[in-house]
């Protein structure tokens, strides 16, 4: 994939060549042909991020992820060499789950000194080797090394677990991720370890939330009703523009500058901000975090507000200047469907105030999350009418159009390859 330079002044999108400025095709969205060949182009080939060291604190933490568009279920183990690994959730010898509580389909977490299949009782170590067979006389010839779990790529950045489910990723993780990600190598998230989490099944295709998060454009108008009227109206009047886009590769990044809550007049401000001191900008104690990365507000506004980085396919890391930032998924279920997840991460909280602050804002950011999930459904529905085919972006949409192509590419050069066969 090309590395996207820094465009001069101007538009930004036309300085993308590549990306064009015609109306767009929601096509990829709409279509159950080409879901199917974006989950074997894109989500079993790419490096996807599954969750931080800190959900696998100790020796023999664990959990699983299901990831639906692979069609499989992967276990995350901490082994007793401190090393974290992956492996399919899938015994070798009839196929049944692995780990698994009442639910198959549902995700699980522990601590466990070996994972025994409720079926069978085979049982393997937090290494994966099979270490134990039910009546293993019984069986022909069979050799305990040859059935250990089925091992999946897992290497971690920045504390964030990434997966692979490719036979033989053709990129290293640090590679996928390029210079743009990279470059936030010393943000201090492993000191951000308070975690709240939301998950949402939402009725849309998984771009679609994407492209609701990677522009600014709608929010004086979908969001009015959470701001104060004075606020809300002289936002709708002007309008919002971000100062800073960049592409690089399959990444895209969003930088904004922001506002000082606690410093805009009473009048702008909700009761509540004031009694918790926080809201959807975060707390308003804003935790000394030290010296940022050389990879956050490249476009040095003063002040700033937020980094939004968008990292293909599925996974957003948004850091905001107060000391706190987000993680978003979104797990494809279908061509019409899939699931949303978010995490805000803050500083432990040290007393009731701290952790009242949190609360508030963790309820704010939910409230904004559905008000922006919300139109999603009835954009599906009239998507696939296909009443209207051709869609005009503006500049501000630029990272829309960047996601929507990147995936269209990943699938093209996927299968438009020769197979083995034809290549003889």
């Given at each position: 994939m090309p590395r996207w330079p820094k465009p001069p002044e101007g538009s930004w999108t036309e300085h993308y060549s590549e990306l064009g400025t015609a109306p767009m095709s929601y096509e990829d969205s709409i279509s159950p042909e080409?879901?199917?060949?974006?989950?074997?182009?894109?989500?079993?080939?790419?490096?996807?991020?599954?969750?931080?060291?800190?959900?696998?604190?100790?020796?023999?933490?664990?959990?699983t992820k299901e990831i639906d568009a692979a069609r499989t279920s992967v276990i995350l183990v901490r082994g007793r060499d401190q090393q974290i690994r992956a492996f399919h959730n899938i015994c070798r010898h009839r196929g049944n789950k692995l780990v698994w509580n009442e639910f198959p389909r549902e995700e699980t977490s522990g601590t466990c000194r070996q994972f025994t299949c409720k079926y069978h009782g085979w049982r393997y170590g937090l290494d994966g080797?099979?270490?134990?067979?039910?009546?293993?006389?019984?069986?022909?010839?069979?050799?305990?090394?040859?059935?250990?779990?089925?091992?999946?790529?897992?290497?971690?950045?920045?504390?964030?677990?990434?997966?692979?489910?490719?036979?033989?990723?053709?990129?290293?993780?640090?590679?996928?991720?390029?210079?743009?990600?990279?470059?936030?190598?010393?943000?201090?998230?492993?000191?951000?370890?308070?975690r709240y989490y939301y998950r949402a099944e939402v009725g849309a295709n998984?771009?679609?939330?994407?492209?609701?998060?990677?522009?600014?454009?709608?929010?004086?108008?979908?969001?009015?009703?959470?701001?104060?009227?004075?606020?809300?109206?002289?936002?709708?009047?002007?309008?919002?523009?971000a100062p800073h886009y960049q592409l690089d590769g399959p990444h895209r990044l969003v930088s904004t500058s922001g506002v000082v809550t606690w410093e805009l007049d009473p009048t702008m401000r909700k009761p509540m901000e004031d009694i918790t001191r926080s809201g959807l900008f975060g707390p308003w104690d804003v935790p000394d975090l030290g010296e940022m990365p050389v990879g956050l507000n490249p476009a040095k506004c003063d002040p700033w507000g937020l980094d939004s980085f968008q990292l293909f396919p599925n996974f957003v890391i948004l850091i905001w200047s107060g000391g706190w930032y987000l993680t978003y998924h979104y797990w494809p279920t279908g061509h019409d469907t899939h699931v949303f997840e978010g995490n805000l991460y803050f500083t432990p909280?040290?007393?009731?105030?701290?952790?009242?602050?949190?609360?508030?804002?963790?309820?704010?950011?939910?409230?904004?999350?559905?008000?922006?999930?919300?139109?999603?459904?009835?954009?599906?529905?009239?998507?696939?009418?296909?009443?209207?085919?051709?869609?005009?972006?503006?500049?501000?949409?630029?990272?829309?159009?960047?996601?929507?192509?990147?995936?269209?590419?990943?699938?093209?050069?996927?299968?438009d390859r020769p197979t083995e066969a034809e290549a003889r």
């Open positions: 080409f879901y199917e060949l974006e989950r074997t182009a894109i989500f079993q080939r790419a490096w996807l991020n599954v969750g931080r060291v800190e959900q696998l604190p100790k020796v023999g933490s664990y959990f080797a099979l270490s134990f067979v039910q009546q293993e006389g019984e069986f022909f010839d069979l050799d305990k090394a040859d059935y250990g779990l089925a091992a999946v790529h897992c290497e971690v950045w920045a504390g964030f677990v990434f997966v692979n489910l490719a036979p033989e990723p053709p990129q290293t993780l640090r590679e996928f991720l390029g210079p743009m990600v990279t470059d936030l190598e010393g943000y201090p998230f492993d000191k951000l370890t308070d998984w771009k679609l939330y994407m492209d609701a998060f990677q522009e600014f454009y709608h929010a004086p108008v979908l969001h009015a009703s959470q701001s104060p009227d004075n606020y809300a109206n002289a936002a709708q009047q002007a309008g919002f523009e909280a040290k007393t009731p105030r701290d952790r009242l602050a949190r609360e508030m804002a963790a309820v704010t950011f939910k409230e904004y999350a559905l008000q922006d999930s919300n139109t999603l459904e009835a954009t599906q529905i009239m998507l696939e009418s296909r009443a209207v085919t051709r869609f005009p972006l503006n500049d501000q949409e630029i990272l829309l159009r960047h996601l929507h192509k990147v995936a269209g590419d990943w699938v093209r050069e996927h299968h």
